[in-house]
């Protein structure tokens, strides 16, 4: 039995892969951001890293809902779909599990994804759809002029806000941690290679890819992330999470993380007392782990962890569909409709 | 033992009520497949609470199943019950109304104990006081004889209690006539895991049978032939199942795969449950976290090249409104199923109500129009899936299906359709790059191609900011706008020609038109028929097509002095008759949760035609 479906499919795995550049993703739309906003470093890095998935670009879609990052899709030379506010991870969903062959991307904000999109946001990490969500978080909301967002820090001044935010905001990977998602990461816009890195790895994990990227609004909000993006403060700022390296950080790699009971502590390396073998070596695997280190994010105290939290394996919720539609074939035979309209307790009038 | 004597009946109506755990619906259900397999035509309603087991002996907690069934056409579950059977007070008390002067009751006299008169309101035990004198009241100890019949098995008493309904079933197979077998066989299927419950059901179930065989209490017998179907295969349906296999056969058609996205909700969860047992159709169901998932997951799926649908009831179907919108302006097939029940708000979860016609009419932001059909029986609710599917492929666009609570729960015998001869649908996906414009429109439909994700060289974009017509890129540009403002309007205006022309039953001109829409059409058509056979000047128009209208609408209703509108709603579809084609149409509106019965729509009519309204 083959469907519709399954023509075009079988025909488009007869192409070949294309050597493609980083060109070839550029759609023939004039891209309209504001001059100097973070989202033309994603695009660009996004576009860096698409000829390195050997996937082709028609079997690629880019989905997306409203806001700022929401009009991505309509920049890259994919198949995309602009959606409503926040439903972006659900249309992905639908399309994920009807059309397991594609590769499916969702590029949201945090208005997008964590506040209006909130709920859809947590059911997609804990179903585990193999779907990448590159979520834009820029600390406000930029399309609508200027209001505060769901991680938009406490005491903000925006146009809602006059007298200071009282909301206190999200910790994006926390919450896709807590959602049970299996491969959280976090990046910056003004560090192409390392984005480049995460968002490569985030294509290659098999089931959902959570990336947070802080991104700099240069209109509504600007220079919220500079202490982690900027030359004079990022080393001291920033800590780098990789698979299987002590936690070290600080202009003069000269900083440590070190584990006090469950806490966090920062200790230096220069005093003698301690050593690089009493830091903290992170592990990618260890979901515990995670949930600690995702912690770290607003304690002034502490510097900001940047990388991937967690890159585990866990069963693909479009896999599974799959596998119960073939038992139920292996068991019951392919369906045939004409004997299902005729089953059950039937009779005859002559 | 006397010889009973056996009476023939053309049509008769039986009522069956109890605690919502006493297993009413069961009973009723098996009633009606029995009476199915005879031939007769049938129609059902199962009226039970929204709680799923409201505290024992309440008048709230009280779950009934009504089924109508006849020698002749039956069209609707009947307005009033001949036969009540009663299990405990409650029921006597909230079902006493329904139930025909002079008609009969049959009573578990063990569930009318001090408390649950006490429950019902009761201050005397209306079984002894005298006071259900003008009906014939056959008062049977149920509980007790279930027991008894029972005894030798070492079961608990309250498998012993849950049994009961079968003794009561069983009496009701000896007094009409029925077979066992098909319950048999439907009890030894159900419960192979659990053999004391299946021994326990088939003892209680032949006891009930031999109880009315043996006993003096039943004088008489009734005998209701076959009914005069049209000949070929039957079965009997709901219209949830209904609207799930008119998925099925639509997506086989198409040859698409189907998905269906839904969040469960009273009364369509069923339509999801049904799907989702057809896996070794490729059918993917998908329960989504929430009503917006579920169509969005379905618009989605649609992109991607699937037959789409999602399923839901009106406080799901306002929920989904915005996506709705998404799909106007995407151009994308999908259905969208809603089967009404009581509002506003949570409103009357369990009960039926046409009261979501605007809503899905006009429900959304923007000029956004959406076709809207309706099925006006539970078998019909197939072919109005169909049909929307039809449509919502050919013309790229979501379409509504309105079914109500009382056409999903309720059933009726279904002449199955030959496959072969349902319309074809003609899905078609476009591959060739050369000229591909994403909004482009075909000549005669104005419907747009399908290129679905995964056909190499037709990269596009598509959303929900309005489109560049042809090109489909963003544009804010006014004429462009009012441009394509229009052409979606005009798409949906064209399906006009697309669909039957609408037929009127009876005269095609007079003193009256009586136009019904949905699950009112049973009621209707009977009431218009039996004015007819009184000799009134009075005709019926069901519109199965809301929107569009079928072409020759205003002309059938300019060729009668009177217009009657009745409708489950305050008036929805008056509303729009009469502002589209300027007519003085009277409306008939009762909003109770409840079908129309017949009598009423026929009392109106009669007050019409005698000048009175």
């Known amino acids: 039995m083959s469907t519709r479906v399954d023509e075009i499919v079988r025909s488009s795995q007869m192409i070949g892969i294309p050597k493609y550049i980083a060109k070839d993703f550029q759609s023939d739309q004039d891209v309209r951001w504001c001059p100097g906003c973070g989202d033309y470093s994603i695009l660009a890095q996004t576009q860096r890293v698409m000829p390195d998935l050997a996937i082709p670009r028609h079997k690629m879609v880019f989905i997306s809902g409203i806001g700022c990052s929401s009009r991505f899709p309509y920049y890259m030379n994919t198949y995309g779909l602009h959606g409503i506010h926040g439903r972006a991870t659900a249309i992905a969903s639908g399309l994920k599990i009807a059309r397991p062959d594609l590769s499916v991307w969702v590029v949201t904000g945090d208005g997008d994804g964590i506040s209006i999109g909130g709920n859809h946001f947590i059911h997609l990490m804990r179903r ?39 909301d206190y905001p999200f910790n994006p990977v926390s919450l896709a941690l807590g959602s049970s998602a299996t491969f959280v990461a976090r990046s910056l816009d003004r560090d192409p290679k390392h984005l480049q890195g995460i968002i490569k790895r985030a294509a290659e994990h098999k089931g959902t890819s959570f990336v947070e990227i802080y991104q700099n609004c240069n209109v509504f909000n600007d220079g919220a992330f500079f202490q982690f993006t900027e030359k004079e403060t990022k080393d001291d700022s920033v800590v780098f999470i990789e698979h299987g390296k002590p936690l070290i950080f600080g202009k003069e790699k000269d900083k440590g993380i070190r584990l006090h009971g469950f806490s966090p502590e920062v200790v230096s390396l220069k005093d003698g007392k301690y050593s690089v073998s009493d830091l903290l070596v992170h592990d990618e695997k260890d979901t515990t782990l995670s949930f600690i280190l995702a912690d770290m994010t607003y304690k002034s105290h502490l510097p900001r962890p940047v990388g991937i939290f967690l890159a585990i394996d866990r069963p693909v919720y479009e896999d599974e569909v799959e596998k119960q539609i073939a038992f139920a074939k292996e068991k019951r035979g392919e369906g045939d409709i004409v004997r299902l309209l005729n089953s059950g307790d039937t009779w005859i009038v002559q | 033992m006397a010889e009973k004597k056996v009476r023939s009946l053309d049509e008769v109506t039986i009522r069956f009520a109890g605690d919502s755990g006493d297993g009413m619906q069961l009973t009723g259900t098996q009633f009606t497949n029995t009476t199915a397999i005879l031939g007769n035509d049938l129609s059902t309603l199962p009226d039970y609470p929204a709680e799923i087991r409201a505290p024992a002996g309440t008048l709230f907690g009280v779950s009934g199943f009504q089924i ?111 077979p066992l077998e098909p319950t048999i066989e439907w009890i030894k299927s159900k419960f192979t895991q659990k053999p004391e419950i299946l021994e326990a059901n088939l003892r209680v179930l032949k006891a009930g049978w031999n109880f009315g065989e043996t006993t003096e209490i039943f004088s008489v017998r009734y005998e209701v032939g076959p009914a005069k179907l049209a000949p070929g295969r039957y079965r009997n349906i709901t219209g949830n199942q209904a609207i799930a296999w008119g998925l099925m056969a639509a997506a086989k058609k198409a040859n698409l795969d189907l998905f269906l996205g839904s969040y469960p909700i009273t009364p369509a969860s069923e339509i999801l449950h049904e799907l989702s047992l057809y896996k070794s159709f490729s059918v993917k169901t998908f329960q989504a976290e929430d009503e917006i998932a579920g169509i969005s997951s379905a618009i989605g799926a649609s992109f991607g090249g699937a037959l789409a649908a999602t399923t839901t009831s009106g406080p799901g179907l306002a929920l989904k409104t915005e996506a709705m919108g998404l799909a106007v302006i995407l151009e994308l097939p999908l259905i969208i199923c809603n089967v009404q029940r009581g509002g506003p708000s949570t409103g009357l979860p369990t009960k039926t109500e046409q009261s979501d016609l605007l809503q899905a009419l006009y429900g959304r932001n923007g000029e956004a129009p959406v076709p809207v059909i309706a099925a006006a029986t539970p078998s019909d609710c197939f072919d109005a899936t169909f049909e929307a599917a039809r449509i919502a492929v050919k013309y790229m666009t979501p379409v509504m299906m309105l079914s109500d609570g009382y056409l999903g729960n309720g059933s009726e015998p279904w002449l199955i359709p030959d496959f072969n001869a349902l319309p074809e649908i003609p899905a078609k996906f476009v591959t060739n790059p050369e000229g591909f414009l994403p909004y482009s429109r075909d000549e005669e439909t104005l419907s747009r191609p399908w290129a679905i994700p995964g056909t190499p060289g037709l990269q596009h974009r598509i959303g929900g900011l309005e489109k560049e017509h042809l090109t489909g890129n963003v544009s804010y540009d006014p004429e462009n706008h009012d441009k394509m403002v229009r052409l979606r309007a005009e798409k949906i205006e ?70 009657m509108v009745p409708e489950i709603n305050l008036g929805q579809l008056i509303r729009i008759l009469r502002s589209k084609y300027l007519v003085p149409a009277i409306g008939f509106d009762r909003v109770r949760g409840l079908p129309f019965k017949s009598v009423e729509i026929e009392k109106e009519i009669e007050d019409i035609l005698k000048g009175k309204k």
């Not at chain 2, 069209?75 to 139930?99: I, W, Y």
């Not at chain 2, 025909?100 to 049959?106: A, L, M, S």
């Not at chain 2, 039953?505 to 009621?523: F, R």
Request: glycine residues 8%.
């Open chain 1, 128 to 166: 585990n759809l193999d779907i990448n969500v590159l979520l834009f978080n820029n600390q406000i909301y930029g399309l609508t002029k200027g209001q505060y967002s769901p991680t938009s820090e406490m005491g903000k001044v925006t146009k809602s806000t006059p007298y200071g935010s009282i």
């Open chain 2, 68 to 178: 109508h069934f006849g020698s002749t056409k039956i069209h609707t579950p009947g307005d009033q019950c001949d036969v009540l059977v009663a299990m405990n007070p409650a029921a006597l008390k909230v079902n006493l109304v329904s139930l025909v002067d002079g008609g009969t009751i049959i009573a578990n006299t063990d569930g009318f104990t001090d408390k649950n008169l006490k429950l019902a309101g009761y201050a005397q035990n209306p079984l002894k006081d005298g006071s259900l004198d003008k009906y014939q009241v056959h008062a049977v100890d149920i509980s007790k004889l279930t027991a008894l019949a029972l005894q030798d098995l070492n079961i608990s008493s309250k498998l012993i209690d849950r049994s009961k309904n079968f003794f009561a079933l069983g009496m009701m197979y000896w007094i009409y006539n029925r």
């Open chain 2, 494 to 563: 064209r399906i006009a020609n697309d669909i039957p022309l609408a037929q009127v039953e009876g005269d095609t001109e007079g003193e009256l038109l009586v136009i019904s829409w949905g699950g009112t059409y049973g009621a209707i058509r009977t009431a218009v028929n039996r004015q007819r056979q009184k000799g009134s000047s009075v005709s019926h128009l069901h519109l199965r097509y809301l929107n569009p209208f079928p072409r020759n609408l205003g002309e059938i209703l300019y060729r009668f002095r009177n217009i």
